[in-house]
């Protein structure tokens, strides 16, 4: 999907990151980064290990301490906005040992709206298994979540997002430790929320698929190396100052002519 820059201008701003700064025992995780998400985009985070991606991530749902700046949820405070985000995290930091379903897991999504104290009831189950099916896993309901495969725990996870019905999700490393079958159906998922509206943001490692993935961009080191559409984003020079010596490693990146024939390609 081709964006107009005047097009995404016009909309109003989903995330507002001013002068973000993140330490953790005196060491900056992440350095007076500034960032502006539209809505109705799908954003990936891009950079080498320890870049601040997960931190960035964590630090706009307000799961860690801020050294300074601050975080604007559609112009309000986190806390004030936190109804309208939806969070997908690493799976890896999960105990997929605890003993429950995958639809327990999925209603525990709906929380928020419910309130600890009240239990879910039949129309909760429904939006629960209406989740479930989104993501293809609707027979494994039942199912413990230790005896899921790593792809099907995963779709579990994006299900517990999707029944938030949240205008903003935020997901860290979403395709990490799934197969081929499992990210085509996560990103054909995160298509269709961006065509109705949602705003995506997601950490992502494989620059190859970034833009066949993704329409937004945010390169980073630490610091903000740059942040907008893809084709804008994603040039030999910002690759360079975002990876530095490991330039080498990466796939081959198209130049600025080349860059602008794919898009006039793509507005024909």
């Known amino acids: 999907m081709a964006f107009q820059r005047e097009d995404v201008n016009d909309r109003p701003k989903a995330i507002e990151v001013t002068d973000l700064t993140v330490a953790y025992r005196d060491r900056p995780a992440l350095w007076d ?29 307000g799961l860690v301490p801020l050294a300074a700046g601050q975080v604007r949820i559609y112009g309000r405070p986190y806390v004030e906005q936190r109804h309208l985000v939806g969070y997908v995290p690493q799976r890896s930091s999960v105990d997929w040992d605890f003993p429950t379903s995958a639809l327990d897991v999925v209603m525990m999504g709906l929380y928020g709206r419910l309130g600890w104290l009240r239990r879910p009831g039949r129309r909760e189950r429904e939006l629960a298994l209406e989740s479930l099916e989104k993501v293809g ?20 996870f994006l299900a517990r997002a999707l029944v938030q019905d949240a205008r903003i999700y935020l997901m860290d490393e979403p395709f990490a430790g799934v197969d081929a079958t499992t990210e085509r159906a996560i990103i054909a998922l995160l298509q269709e929320l961006r065509a109705s509206g949602k705003t995506v943001v997601a950490v992502h490692h ?7 993935y993704f329409d937004w961009a945010m390169l980073l080191n630490v610091r903000r190396i740059a942040a907008g559409p893809v084709q804008k984003v994603l040039t030999e020079e910002n690759l360079r100052k975002t990876y530095g010596g490991r330039i080498a490693f990466l796939p081959r990146v198209v130049n600025e002519r080349e860059l602008e024939a794919i898009g006039a390609q793509k507005q024909a």
């Open 33 to 61: 980064v500034d960032l502006e998400v539209p809505e109705g985009v799908l954003m990936a985070i891009v950079g080498p290990n320890g870049a601040g991606k997960s931190t960035l991530i964590q630090a706009i749902l």
């Open 137 to 156: 896993m609707a027979e494994f309901a039942d199912r413990q979540i230790s005896q899921l495969s790593g792809g099907q725990q995963q779709r579990v």
């Open 206 to 212: 494989d620059l190859q698929t970034l833009e066949e």
